[in-house]
């Protein structure tokens, strides 16, 4: 089982930065597949980031290209997204994510099999 508890949520102003880290525990491997996600509220959980292959291939929402960065430290077994030049539709809640196969889309939140437990980011005006 793996387990990813997620940080470095917080208030920030537009066009400031924050960077989210997830740290896993248990069974977490540098082949595994990691991705964001976040849910305002209203809406649903949308795609954000995620690479494969310890990093080797990244990919991001349109509206966060630029912007944001997905990233891991294997040794730490730990991802991160910076995210800089935020804005107020950023607001939401961000989740850290984990899939062990890699043969659905990364971009849709039943291709993972777990999830951290969320961290609020809200971007004043």
């Known amino acids: 089982q793996v387990q990813l508890v997620e940080s470095g949520g917080g208030l920030v102003r537009a066009g400031g930065s924050l960077r989210l880290s997830c740290a896993a525990s248990?069974?977490?491997?540098?082949?595994?597949?990691m991705g964001w996600f976040r849910q305002a509220p209203g809406k649903e959980r949308e795609f954000v980031a995620a690479?494969?292959?310890?990093?080797?291939?990244?990919y991001y929402t349109d509206s966060v290209k630029g912007r944001f960065t997905i990233s891991r430290d294997n040794a730490k077994n730990t991802m991160y997204l910076q995210m800089n030049s935020l804005k107020p539709e950023d607001t939401a809640v961000y989740y850290c994510?984990?899939?062990?196969?890699?043969?659905?889309?990364?971009?849709?939140?039943?291709?993972?099999?777990?999830w951290g437990q969320g961290t609020q980011v809200t971007v004043s005006s």
């Open positions: 994510a984990v899939r062990m196969s890699y043969s659905r889309p990364y971009r849709y939140t039943t291709s993972y099999d777990y």
């Open positions: 690479d494969m292959w310890s990093g080797s291939s990244t």
């Open positions: 248990g069974r977490t491997f540098s082949n595994y597949g």
